[in-house]
């Protein structure tokens, strides 16, 4: 995993604002978004649902995507996965 800065210093290719949004609401946004970017680019998902940090890792990693980490921002997560195929 990343360490904060340099999670913090990725250009991401697609950000999807999932705040508000309740279990399984941020990890289908994810799933969805990760179908917009190419193969080696980067979606951050924005959450405030605390079980999105083990679902989106767990998914990542389950698909053969690459979980890079979190950042805790404002009130919520700021989740990175690459896309590897």
């Not at 179908?35 to 924005?46: P, T």
């Amino acid at each position: 995993m990343m360490t904060s800065e340099q999670l913090a210093a990725i250009t991401v290719a697609k950000i999807i604002d999932a705040r508000g949004s309740a279990c399984p609401g941020p990890l289908l946004e994810a799933k969805k978004g990760i179908g917009a970017v190419k193969v080696g680019q980067i979606i951050e998902v924005k959450s405030n649902d605390q079980g999105s940090r083990q679902d989106i890792s767990a998914w990542a990693a389950k698909i053969g995507h690459e979980f890079l980490g979190l950042i805790q921002a404002d009130g919520h997560d700021r989740i990175f996965v690459c896309r590897k195929k």
